[in-house]
């Protein structure tokens, strides 16, 4: 009898859609994909992964269908990228709340398809605020970045959307207010803004903010979904191939809750081109200033050096992170930063179309990267489009790994639409191996998913994850890791720095090994992380930290216990930890 | 004999002829049909037959029109003379004729269903002209006919792969290595097998089909150059650096195998080396983007920075201007398909004014020109409308529908523009594309 297993199954259906891919490709539109074969699989390594996930979403209250499109067909590329999401503690009561964006439906925009903020009942169970908090908006949104931009302790929200983006300030009581054009950043022109990410990117303290837009969408010109062959000819919609670019733009904090556009005199506006989605801004090239990487859909991807002048060179090409290894252009969507080599050094994972591999791009620690898809493992996974991606220990044994969602994008054509999540073990020594049904049901359930965001919205001393769906409610893993492995959370508060501390950067040196991570404002794809920087320790139960605050101060802490949460606050050193469970 | 003669045949095939490489090949299809096949078919085929020698000993000699001229003679003669009908057809395929060529085959064809080699021949000529699809029926009946033709499985295997049908495929070019044993000969048909079991994701088993294709015939650098990739995927650096070495030392001017050679050496941190060989590449194809992106960075990081800087911004521009092709493409297709959508609503200016806009934006697309040019002759602007189509004629010289259009034009046009002044009959509404 023949046995087909799910994935089996899956692997056989992802063929028709790459092969109908590679023709749209051909044709010069829709997204770019490589068309490459999956690298073969090593033997399995046979250890134990002591992660299992599930969905607990349902019964956590998270029920509101993120809305994108209609299920069955998009009528424009609006509606097919979808969005993220976020974990942040916007009531700062220690616990981890829910922002999860949504979209709309063109012609028939359901009226409750809204942004939703959940609050954290601290029982594993959420409470929608959207209303109270003063965030109900409908329309198409994407992105998402969390940041205190003025300083006052608590989280703010910014949030791309076609045909505006909104700066939400947080009130400090529960609710926040949209003061985008107080702020001066409401567009006179409708944009399709995607990435987008706080940064102190001049060092004075301040969070200034980058946006990247996705393409020139105008309603007008661009033709809907089967009502021309001008584009994606075959009834799909139209984009981003074929479409004009997007541009990018640079925001400075004047420190009285407005901002100046700096495009032009940073350098950012030079850049011609690039279907910008996620935008992470990171130190690439530890010189204590924050770059910014941008993914960039079917164009090169591109990465802004800080020049330390107020400027920023874009050098992709030359770094190494604008094209596959083989010089192709690849449909960037989002990025994971971490040092899953473990030398101190922030490596970049960035996920791209189903018939390519993700890239995997190697820091030599001056921001120059290597891309070493085939060697680290990761190129034997060519099935699916891949989306949100974040590097971290999900099983706490020391060494980060790598989990993404996947999801169709053409509900019209492909037959493989809804698709599973994808987790790589780190093996060590920049080594991973795909894990296939090992790691619990919330991996294995399909869905076409986009964003997604890592924390411990349950306080037990894991990662959690929280996933945006396609015309669906969000998903909700819950990560049950056994074993007896040790971890440590590192939660940063500035004080000369930004309040929220975005851009520091905390260095854990735990028995031979040291790891390197940052206070992330946006990342996987156009979402934001759990502020509260989480360390797998295995074994070892008492850790070394340096701490590099955004301002450049550095500070060591030799000798902390694990299995804690502490809060370091700038000049201070630890000034508050928790226990959990 | 016949068994002999297919021996030779394969052994004076394109096998031995120098390889385009392996992408090229298999995008393009099959390389043109080399004469010396069909000649020596032909000559088989033709033994006993004095007036075909004849045609042959031109064609040895170099004398292809009296060739063809004899061939059409002793054809006109005897229209059943299906062998001078195969050699005319194989003729004519070197030629670039395809309507004579695929002609005399069918006809050959016809006269002798039985013939395997007419079958192979009749599909080889269909491949030779890019229609692969054609080519398959002759192929499989040259196979069933005579299942030990290990040409026509190879044949049939690579229509196989490119149509995209790999395990049937396969199982033609297993066979065909089956029948050619351990021979030169089977040295192709492994290439082509190493293909379909990449595409089949098994780059082990490519690897090996690969190593004995080399094996077969240490002369194949496009099988060095794949096996060099196999390697590279099954991380085995020094194998894959070996391999590409020795693609590039018997294809020097292969670009592709002068890139791959020189991203392992950039790979293994030998920039130096590495920007000789992409530098070479880069001569052989200047626009290639994998080539740019390497050389830029093996420059670089061999200290050559300006030279570097100078690669990056060829290969930025190189970027750019796809998409600004992409970007015109749909734009200017758009603002066509709205001009045609106001001709048909019978807003003939506001079409215009849409068809003007597109050319502007796609000036080299000869479907908008002859569109606008209607429009202005639907608006009595007979001068710019005759000059467009004739531009669009100059453009497109081989378009029967745009020179009708033009004739139709010139035979309504008033006689001080140059027509004839008839009665105005109505033109066609624009179209979309």
Redesign the interface.
């Known amino acids: 009898m023949l046995s087909l297993t799910r994935r089996s199954l899956l692997s056989l259906l992802a063929w028709p859609a790459a092969r109908l891919y590679s023709q749209e490709a051909r044709s010069g539109h829709g997204m770019a994909s490589r068309g490459v074969k999956a690298a073969p699989r090593g033997k399995p390594s046979g250890l134990p992964f002591h992660a299992r996930f599930t969905d607990v979403a349902n019964q956590a209250g998270l029920r509101e269908t993120v809305v994108c499109g209609h299920p069955r067909h998009a009528d424009y590329v609006i509606e097919a990228m979808s969005c993220g999401a976020a974990f942040l503690d916007y009531d700062n009561d220690g616990w981890l709340d829910i922002l999860v964006l949504t979209g709309s439906r063109f012609g028939d925009p359901p009226p409750t398809a809204s942004q939703r903020l959940y609050k954290n009942n601290r029982d594993g169970t959420f409470t929608d605020v959207t209303v109270k908090a003063g965030l109900f908006r409908t329309g198409y949104q994407y992105g998402v970045a969390v940041g205190d931009y003025n300083n006052d302790g608590f989280d703010d929200l910014f949030i791309t959307g076609w045909d505006q983006n909104m700066l939400y300030r947080n009130n400090g009581d529960g609710t926040f207010t949209d003061v985008t054009k107080e702020a001066g950043l409401w567009n006179a022109q409708p944009r399709f803004g995607s990435g987008c990410t706080f940064l102190d990117y001049d060092r004075d303290g301040r969070l200034d903010l980058f946006v990247s837009n996705y393409v020139a969408f105008d309603l007008e010109t661009v033709p809907r979904a089967g009502t021309s062959t001008s584009c994606n000819p075959g009834g799909i919609f139209c984009g981003p191939r074929g479409l004009r670019y997007g541009h990018h733009s640079l925001y400075r904090n004047n420190g009285d809750g407005s901002f100046t556009d700096v495009t032009a005199p940073s350098g950012i506006g030079k850049v011609e081109g690039g279907y910008g989605l996620t935008a992470v801004s990171a130190d690439f090239d530890n010189d204590g200033w924050p770059d910014i990487y941008l993914a960039c859909d079917s164009t090169p991807s591109l990465l802004f050096r800080n020049n330390h002048d107020g400027t920023f060179t874009e050098q992709g090409l030359e770094r190494g992170v604008a094209l596959s290894d083989d010089g192709m252009e690849q449909a960037g969507m989002g990025i994971g930063i971490g040092d899953f080599r473990m030398d101190g050094n922030l490596d970049i994972v960035k996920t791209h179309y189903s018939a390519d591999t993700p890239g995997v791009y190697v820091n030599n620690g001056k921001g120059d990267f290597r891309d070493m898809t085939l060697q680290a493992g990761l190129a034997v996974e060519t099935r699916y489009v891949c989306w949100g991606i974040a590097i971290a220990d999900l099983d706490n044994d020391g060494n980060p790994d790598l989990f993404c969602v996947t999801g169709g994008i053409y509900p019209e054509v492909q037959e493989n639409y809804n698709t599973p999540r994808v987790v790589f073990r780190n093996l060590g020594k920049g080594r991973f191996e795909e894990l296939l049904g090992q790691a619990g049901p919330g991996v294995e359930a399909l869905h076409s998913s986009r964003g997604c965001a890592v924390g411990d919205f349950d306080n037990d001393g894991d990662v959690d994850i929280l996933i945006v769906n396609h015309n669906e409610p969000p998903s909700l893993l819950r990560n049950d890791v056994s074993g007896n492995s040790h971890w440590i959370k590192v939660k940063l508060h500035g004080v000369r720095s930004n309040r929220g501390a975005v851009g520091g950067r905390v260095t854990v040196r735990y028995g031979d090994k040291v790891q390197a991570q940052e206070v992330l404002s946006q990342s996987s794809y156009l979402s934001s992380n759990d502020s509260r920087l989480h360390f797998g320790l295995g074994p070892v139960t008492t850790v070394d930290l340096e701490i590099r605050w955004p301002l450049g101060q550095v500070e060591n802490l030799n000798g902390v216990a694990a299995d804690q949460l502490i809060h370091v606050t700038e000049g201070s050193g630890i000034t508050r930890t928790e226990k959990f469970k | 004999m016949r068994r002999k003669w297919r021996a030779a045949n394969l052994g004076r095939s394109r096998l031995f002829r120098r390889p385009e490489p392996p992408e090229r090949r298999l995008r393009a299809g099959l390389p043109a049909l080399h004469l010396c096949v069909a000649l020596v078919g032909a000559v088989t085929l033709l033994a006993q037959r004095n007036p075909v020698e004849d045609a042959w000993a031109l064609l040895a000699k170099g004398q292809r029109p009296q060739a063809i001229r004899l061939l059409s003679d002793i054809i006109k003669t005897n229209p059943r003379d299906a062998d001078a009908r195969l050699l005319l057809g194989s003729v004519l395929q070197e030629e670039g004729d395809r309507t004579g060529s695929i002609a005399q085959l069918t006809e050959a064809v016809r006269l002798r269903p039985r013939s395997a080699e007419a079958q192979n021949a009749l599909g080889e000529a269909f491949n030779a002209f890019g229609d692969a699809q054609a080519a398959r029926g002759p192929f499989e009946k040259a196979v069933a006919l005579d299942p030990r033709f290990a040409q026509a499985h190879v044949n049939l295997g690579l229509v196989l792969l490119q149509a ?1 049908e790999l395990d049937q495929a396969a199982m033609h070019l297993d066979r065909a290595v089956e029948l050619l044993g351990h021979k030169p000969d089977a040295a192709y048909p492994h290439y082509l097998r190493a293909k379909v079991s ?7 088993k490519a690897a090996a089909h690969l190593q004995e294709a080399v094996a077969l015939r240490p002369d194949f650098a496009e099988a060095w150059s794949d096996l060099g990739e196999a390697r ?4 085995d650096n020094a194998g894959a650096l070996a391999a590409f070495e020795r693609a590039v030392a018997l294809a020097p001017d292969d670009a592709v195998a002068q890139t791959r050679l020189g ?1 392992q050496y950039l ?1 293994e941190g030998k920039a130096h080396l590495a920007a000789v060989h992409l530098q070479e590449a880069s001569r052989l194809d200047p626009k290639n ?6 050389l ?2 093996a420059l ?1 990081e061999d200290g050559q920075t300006a030279q ?1 800087e100078a690669i ?1 911004q060829k ?2 521009e190189l ?2 201007n796809k ?1 600004k ?3 015109s ?3 200017g ?2 603002l ?2 709205q001009g045609a959508n106001l001709e048909k609503a019978g807003d003939l200016r506001g079409a215009l004014e849409k068809y003007r806009a597109a050319l502007d934006v796609l000036p080299g697309h000869v479907g908008i020109r002859v569109n606008f040019a209607i429009a202005l002759l639907r608006l009595g602007q007979w001068k710019e409308g005759l000059a467009e189509l004739r531009e669009a004629v100059r453009r497109e010289p081989e378009n029967a529908v745009f020179k009708a259009v033009l004739d139709d034009a010139l035979a309504q046009a008033p006689v001080e523009f140059g027509g004839m002044g008839r009665p105005p009959k109505v033109l066609n509404s624009g179209t ?2």
């Open positions: 995209g990449s595409e089949q994701s098994d780059v082990r590279k995927t099954l991380l991203s790979d983007q994998s080539t740019l992106y390497s830029q960075r670089r570097a990056k290969l930025a970027l750019r998409d092709d992409d970007q493409l749909v734009a297709i758009e066509n398909n979309k594309y």
